[in-house]
């Protein structure tokens, strides 16, 4: 196995144990970086404690919260093997999926491939219809834009070649490297896939951190970052 796993955490101290469990039942990664996002409660002390017990387990703290962006940056610039995907510590995406799209990445020439919430028949619990149309109009949007099909631009669940990452320079520090990542990926490499998975969508109730102020963002990024 030669593959990265980020995990980019800020205050998820009822999710972030069963997560990495979760990821480590499924006994495919090589490497699992854990990136602190300036949590204040209680997520670096079970980070702490997971890192401590598994050597496969790399932990990041940042002790400022500067986003999601910002955290995966850490990851990415720490990632050793082949591969690497990315993980939410949320419980809203499944690690068996992301095994799946290690597993199509190693097994094609594909560069990137990511999870879709809107292809296939896989089980999904979208909570709110506005976030569900929003995405479907922000997916649209950016593959006019960037002329290559998207279904899904804001999916969390995506794996890509790190020598991609050697020659792109992400900037974004919010929810916008979704993306930012992908603009840019997309500008190197046009072998991508899209493949189904599995989605259990969290309240706000819950620690859903999203707001909608990132849907204008998503949308000067997608503007942004349109290949030249």
Do not use: W
Request: net charge positive.
């Amino acid at each position: 196995m030669s593959y990265s796993v980020i995990m980019p955490f800020f205050n998820e101290e009822k999710t972030l144990e069963t997560a990495v469990q979760n990821l480590l039942n499924e006994d495919f990664a090589s490497e699992i970086i854990l990136v602190n996002d300036g949590s204040y409660d209680k997520s670096f002390a079970i980070a702490k404690e997971l890192s401590d017990n598994y050597s496969s387990i790399k932990l990041i703290n940042s002790k400022i919260n500067k986003g999601k962006g910002h955290a995966l940056n850490l990851g990415i610039n720490e990632a050793s093997k082949k591969y690497i995907g990315v993980l939410d510590a949320d419980l809203e995406y499944s690690p068996k999926d992301l095994k799946r799209l290690f597993f199509e990445i190693n097994s094609t020439e594909n560069d990137i491939v990511c999870g879709s919430r809107f292809i296939g028949d896989f089980k999904r619990n979208n909570i709110y219809l506005r976030t569900y149309f929003a995405n479907r109009f922000l997916s649209k949007f950016f593959s006019i834009t960037h002329r290559k099909k998207v279904t899904d631009i804001a999916t969390c669940l995506k794996v890509f070649r790190k020598d991609i990452f050697e020659s792109i320079q992400l900037n974004e520090n919010g929810f916008a490297i979704e993306v930012e990542l992908l603009a840019k990926t997309l500008s190197k490499s046009q072998k991508y896939k899209e493949i189904p998975i599995s989605y259990t969508g969290r309240s706000y109730d819950e620690g859903k951190k999203i707001k909608f102020i990132d849907g204008f963002r998503y949308i000067t990024s997608t503007i942004k970052y349109i290949s030249k």
